[in-house]
């Protein structure tokens, strides 16, 4: 029988995650667990750099970045968007402008990750691209900390959608409509190329490809600039 299969899958498994990701593989692994109780989960939570160290040291299964790294033979699968999407306060002058140019952000001042993220290093590489000079107020290790600071009235970040989206979502927080925005990035599962994945770490990698494509259903993730800027849902 089906439970028969279900129970033979069992051990543990070892995920590694960038800090975007944190807002989407926990919620998932719940009903997984629950599918395959013979399932124990270990879920590291990194920056880009914490993760990428972790690759170089063989440390997990599966591996969940937004930019895989060059220079290692590891095997890629794309799996879901995370786009990197303007954040500030709904009360602030520019949360109703549409089509607001990168010139006009640059004078706001800004909350920037802390060095090694790799929404940091895509805000950085935009700008730079664009010959622009980031205003940089508060440098911060945590997206909910960044939440809480842009409440504050400390500035404006970059962030990914996902952490708007998730419970909890803040009404007070509005995603701005800022030239070249959003960043298109997505979510990437990496294990390496020469490990024979652990059936338990293979059913994960199936489980998570299936389970997001029904997410992504549910999720309105913008497109371009002109889209809903409302951040209220879902
Ligand atoms: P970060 O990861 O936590 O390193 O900023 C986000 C990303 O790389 O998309």
């Known amino acids: 029988t089906i439970a028969d299969l279900q129970g033979m899958k069992q051990g543990q498994l070892r ?6 990701a944190k807002y989407f593989i926990p919620r ?3 009903p997984f667990c629950q599918r395959y109780p013979g399932i124990n989960v270990s879920l590291k939570v990194t920056n880009h750099e914490g993760l990428i160290n972790r690759i170089n040291d ?4 599966l591996y969940v970045l937004s930019r895989p790294p ?4 590891i095997t890629v699968q794309p799996f879901l968007d995370n786009p990197l999407v303007v954040v500030g306060p709904a009360s602030h002058p520019l ?7 990168l010139e006009r952000l640059a004078q706001e001042p800004f909350i920037l990750r802390e060095r090694g993220s790799g929404t940091r290093e895509a805000t950085e590489q935009l700008f730079a691209a664009h010959n622009l000079n980031l205003n940089v107020k508060l440098d911060l290790g945590s997206n909910e900390a960044i939440k809480q600071a842009i409440l504050g009235g400390l500035g404006l970040a970059v962030l990914s959608y996902h952490t708007l989206t998730s419970a909890g979502a803040t009404p007070e927080l509005k995603m701005f409509e800022v030239e070249g925005f959003p960043i298109h990035r997505q979510w990437h599962a990496v294990y390496p190329a020469g490990k ?4 338990v770490a293979a059913t994960f990698l199936d489980y998570l490809l299936t389970e997001s494509q029904r997410i992504a259903a549910d999720i309105q993730i913008p497109e371009s600039t002109t889209t809903d800027p409302e951040l209220d849902a879902p």
């Open 15 to 20: 995920l590694a995650v960038i800090t975007t």
């Open 28 to 30: 998932l692994i719940g």
């Open 58 to 61: 063989n440390l997990d299964d």
């Open 70 to 73: 060059s220079g290692f033979d």
């Open 95 to 101: 949360a109703n402008q549409r089509g607001i140019s």
């Open 196 to 199: 024979q994945l652990s059936t």
